[in-house]
Structure formats: structure tokens, C-alpha cells
């Protein structure tokens, strides 16, 4: 099992930035990627960035250019710098780590992410 805390999120004015982290415990070896992602009132749960054990990483076409996803796994955390923040932005954003059986899937919590225009 793998555990996964959130952290970061808040209010921001459109144009600023706000970083997200997502701390994982538990049976971290077993994690393939972390990832971000977001839900909006009334819209669906959307993929935001991906980042494989390897480095490498993948975005949502929404935020290439403005937000950065980064691992340090020494500390076993991910990190989404987010900037340029736009009003369309404000989401509850939830970090997932995908398991090496696609059967099991972690989730955290959820962070409430807010800008203003």
C-alpha cells in the first residue's frame, strides 16, 4: 500500500504561482509514476502531468509552458510548480501514484487550488 499526502494549495491571483506537493509513504518501491490531476465543479476528473520513474514527463495541452511536475525521491515527494495561474485553473487537484499492478491505485486527498481574476 502506498500513502499519499497533499500539500500547497491555497489562493492565488490569475498570473501568480502556487506549488503543489504530494508525499508518498508506504510501498514506494511499488510506484511507477506520480501524477497530477484536477476536478472542476461539474466537469470530469482530468489528467494534468505525469512523471515515470525514469524522468520523464508528460502535460495536459491546458498547462504546457506553465506548470512543471519534478520528483525528489530521496524525500519521496513530487512537486507541480504551477505559474501563470488562469481563472480556468482553479480545480481540487489530487495526486495519484500508479502501482506496478494496474490493479491497485493511490490517491490523495485532494487540494482546493483558487484564483482569482
Known amino acids: 500500500q502506498v500513502q499519499l499526502v497533499e500539500s500547497g494549495g491555497g489562493l492565488v491571483q490569475s498570473g501568480g504561482p502556487l506549488m503543489l506537493s504530494c508525499a508518498a509513504s508506504?510501498?514506494?518501491?511499488?510506484?511507477?509514476?506520480m501524477c497530477w490531476y484536477r476536478q472542476a465543479p461539474g466537469k470530469q476528473r482530468e489528467e494534468v502531468a505525469l512523471?515515470?520513474?525514469?524522468?520523464?514527463?508528460n502535460y495536459a495541452d491546458s498547462v504546457k509552458g506553465r506548470f512543471t511536475i519534478s520528483r525528489d525521491n530521496a524525500e519521496n515527494t513530487a512537486f507541480m510548480q504551477m505559474n501563470s495561474l488562469k481563472p480556468e485553473d482553479e480545480s481540487v487537484y489530487y495526486c495519484?501514484?500508479?502501482?506496478?499492478?494496474?490493479?491497485?491505485?493511490?490517491w490523495g486527498e485532494g487540494n482546493q487550488v483558487a484564483v482569482s481574476a
Open positions: 512523471i515515470l520513474n525514469n524522468g520523464r514527463t
Open positions: 495519484r501514484a500508479t502501482d506496478q499492478d494496474p490493479e491497485y491505485d493511490y
Open positions: 508506504g510501498s514506494i518501491f511499488r510506484i511507477v509514476a
